[in-house]
């Protein structure tokens, strides 16, 4: 069983470089890039930063988690696309909330 409490940092890189994405930045907070697509990842816990801003930005956490994190997301409210991923202790991973569609 993974510790709650430690953000799943390497997971959500892997996650993103399976996808195909550039990544780059370190820590619990990186950038993904593939083509005109930007994301600000955060690989997190139980706390995110809802600050404005104009890119995707996307959410890591643990499954146990990320219903949670979804909730609190939603009723902050932000102005920001956002999109939650719930990761498993297997290491595979469930999008929890994807950005809406237009």
């Not at 619990?28 to 593939?34: G, S, V």
């Not at 404005?52 to 988690?65: F, L, P």
Request: hydrophobic share 35%.
């Amino acid at each position: 069983m993974v510790p709650l409490d430690t953000p799943p940092s390497e997971e959500a890189r892997s996650i993103f470089d399976d996808l195909g994405y550039d990544v780059s930045g370190q820590g619990n907070r990186f950038q993904a890039a593939r083509g005109w697509k930007e994301v600000d990842v955060y690989a997190v816990t139980d706390e995110v930063e809802t600050v404005d801003g104009d890119r995707m930005r996307c959410y890591v956490t643990w499954e146990a988690q990320a219903p949670d994190l979804r909730h609190a997301l939603a009723q902050s409210d932000p102005e920001f696309e956002w999109a939650v991923i719930g990761v498993r202790d297997d290491g595979d991973y469930e999008v929890a909330r994807a950005p809406e569609t237009q």
